[in-house]
């Protein structure tokens, strides 16, 4: 059974920083490229970034681009999101995905798996 599940979320003011942890059990993790998606209040979930299975390639939604760094360690079957220079539009609710496909996958239908989510607030 596919598990993926998020953790380090929470309430933080603008400009701090925090770093999502997404923990993958029951799949070789390094056979899938993997991302994090967010959903705000009232909005459908929206790509934020993506890593290549062997940790070579990221890309990163622009709304993110330059705050935010994904990395993985396959060793640990983890993914990361350090999330710098916090804005309140960053609020919402974190997911990681995984997906058997290759390439910078944005789009949710790529992703075969989910995880159930961490809340991310971030108060001006």
């Known amino acids: 059974q596919v598990q993926l599940v998020e953790s380090g979320g929470g309430l933080v003011q603008a400009g701090a920083s925090l770093r999502l942890s997404c923990a993958a059990s029951g799949l070789t993790f390094s056979n899938y490229q993997v991302g994090w998606f967010r959903q705000a209040p009232g909005k459908e979930r929206a790509f934020a970034a993506t890593i290549s299975r062997n940790e070579g390639t990221t890309y990163y939604a622009d709304s993110v681009k330059g705050r935010f760094t994904i990395s993985r360690d396959n060793a640990k079957n983890t993914v990361y999101l350090q999330m710098n220079s916090l804005k309140p539009e960053d609020t919402a609710v974190y997911y990681c995905?995984?997906?058997?496909?290759?390439?910078?996958?944005?789009?949710?239908?790529?992703?075969?798996?989910w995880g159930q989510g961490t809340q991310v607030t971030v108060s001006s």
């Open positions: 995905a995984a997906s058997t496909f290759g390439g910078m996958l944005v789009r949710r239908t790529s992703y075969n798996y």
